[in-house]
């Protein structure tokens, strides 16, 4: 990884000039009973971009994911919104799970003005706000319909304007769509990338799809099998506004080689660490 010239304490002119990055992560380390899941990892994500964080199964990505989001404590490292240490859920943060999360009670519309009723909004102008993110994600003629009645993409574009209809700075997204089959992966990354285009959202996805990173990410960071570190952040120069178009061409082609060929030692490390993991317990159980 490129690593910039350093600051010099008296060169007053270059500190001025360095933006604030809206989220930063520095040095962040976790271990659960003795085992590390990351070790040192730093980034940071300026405002309006995009940056995928990608990596082999048991790196240390959900960690990352839930530290950030402020569900998991007891880290080593900080992080920070706009400069400013956090510790736990911040009001700046907005998070969109991979598990299903609408409420099957509730309407699409009435799914995503839930946060807006929980901040005491009055219902004309929470429903107004929430007309709003319909048409964003692109629901209209379904805003009467119930989780039950929607395709797993709808709900997950339910489950996003819910998280921006409190209008989060940042968007961290967990795997949203990696339950869905790839054409409808591809589709949704289109609308992704339309509304963070739109609200210039800053965004930060934890994915395992190489694919996908390119297709939406300004940079990705490439994560080590465990203990997760940074290897690698690939900045992905192609050109945007951007939609799946782009995942013909030949430099998306040269993107996803670059990075697969930095995460195959990983990816096989992590294979092997399975297996191994596998043959202990059918030993233990034979010998039981």
């Given amino acids: 990884m490129d690593v910039a010239a350093p ?10 000039r360095a933006p604030v990055p809206t989220l930063a992560v520095e040095v962040l380390t976790k271990r659960f009973a003795g085992l590390t899941a990351i070790d040192g990892v730093s980034f940071a994500v300026k405002q309006g971009e995009f940056v995928a964080v990608i990596g082999p199964s048991g790196c240390g990505k959900s960690t ?7 569900l998991i404590d007891g880290y080593e490292g900080r992080v920070l919104v706009e400069g400013e240490p956090i510790a736990g859920a911040h009001q700046a943060i907005g998070m969109v799970f991979q598990e ?24 004309s102008e929470r429903e107004t706000r929430a007309r ?11 805003e ?44 949704l990354g289109d609308k992704l990338l339309q509304i963070q285009q ?10 395992h799809n190489i694919a996908e990173a390119v297709q939406l990410a300004d940079r990705v960071v490439v994560m080590s099998f465990r203990p997760g570190r940074v290897k690698r952040i ?4 192609l050109p945007r506004p951007r939609d799946s178009a782009i995942v013909g061409s030949a430099a998306f082609g040269q993107y996803v080689a670059q990075i697969w060929n930095d995460l195959r030692e990983e990816a096989s490390k ?9 043959a202990r317990r059918s030993g233990n159980n034979e010998g039981g």
Avoid: C, H
């Fill in 7 to 16: 600051v010099m304490p008296g060169d007053q002119s270059t500190m001025a």
């Fill in 64 to 70: 990352l994911f839930n530290i950030i989001g402020g």
């Fill in 100 to 123: 299903e999360s609408t409420f099957p009670w509730r309407t699409t519309l009435d799914n995503i003005a839930f946060p807006l009723e929980i901040a005491g909004i009055r219902k």
């Fill in 132 to 142: 709003a993110l319909v048409k964003l994600v692109g629901l209209e003629g379904f």
């Fill in 144 to 187: 009467n319909r119930y989780p039950a009645e929607l395709s797993g993409g709808m709900r997950q574009r339910t489950a996003l304007a819910r998280t921006l209809a409190f209008e989060p700075k940042i968007l961290l997204m967990d795997e949203p769509f990696a339950a869905l089959d790839e054409q409808t992966r591809l589709l």
């Fill in 198 to 207: 739109e609200l210039q959202q800053t965004t930060l996805l934890i994915t």
């Fill in 234 to 237: 690939f900045e992905i120069d």
């Fill in 270 to 278: 992590g294979l092997s660490a399975s297996e191994a993991s596998l």
